[in-house]
T-cell receptor
């Protein structure tokens, strides 16, 4: 079975540019989560969706961050404009239901120069 | 605020021996889930094991088992017959009443050949 698929795996861009991270959850999973991981702050939940509806976006750091889930098989996390402090590994995870184990993608390593 | 504490930043074990990683958490809920995830250098987050708080029996997955002490709010992970492929960061997580994962800071496990 295919796991959670994230793209790109690595992204390097200059500050001020728009960055779009993509995620395809496991088929049949109803919940999708976006995390950010840094050495300083560990794993932080940014936002999560249930049945394509955003449930809690209180972890989104600023208005520069936005996330969408237009259908059950695709989600994006967008940063516009990007800043060097946004550099981190961004993970997408999905679960069969909101209270079930989360399965993670391989992450996107984002570097903002 | 609910917290998860992993008091061992780093642990090392000889190959084929047994190691126990500690985790304590704080919650006022009576029913909840606990998880151990593994993150090898490839940076994937891999679910190792799950425990449901209402189940008294400790969860086991092959060489991985937990010692769940609900009253003490302790959830340690035991790895038997350690293998080189077990080297990774191990994260303990507690699922709160909003179904969000509260993460520990992680324990780096080193396997000595």
């Amino acid at each position: 079975d295919a796991g959670v698929i994230q793209s790109p795996r690595h992204e390097v861009t200059e500050m001020g540019q728009e960055v779009t991270l993509r995620c395809k959850p496991i088929s049949g999973h109803n919940s999708l989560f976006w995390y950010r991981q840094t050495m300083m702050r560990g794993l932080e939940l940014l936002i999560y969706f249930n049945n394509n509806v955003p449930i809690d976006d209180s972890g989104m750091p600023e208005d520069r961050f936005s996330a969408k889930m237009p259908n059950a098989s695709f989600s994006t996390l967008k940063i516009q404009p990007s800043e060097p402090r946004d550099s981190a590994v961004y993970f997408c995870a999905s679960s069969l239901a909101i209270n079930q184990p989360q399965h993670f993608g391989d992450g996107t390593r984002l570097s903002i120069l | 605020a609910q917290t998860v504490t992993q008091s061992q930043p780093e642990m090392s074990v000889q190959e084929a021996e047994t190691v126990t990683l500690s985790c304590t958490y704080d919650t006022s809920e009576s029913d909840y889930y606990l998880f151990w995830y593994k993150q090898p250098p490839s940076r994937q987050m891999i679910l190792v094991i799950r425990q449901e708080a209402y189940k008294q029996q400790n969860a086991t997955e092959n060489r991985f088992s937990v010692n769940f002490q609900k009253a003490a709010k302790s959830f340690s992970l035991k790895i038997s017959d350690s293998q080189l492929g077990d080297a990774a960061m191990y994260f303990c997580a507690h699922m709160d009443s909003n179904y969000q994962l509260i993460w520990g800071a992680g324990t780096k496990l080193i396997i000595k050949p």
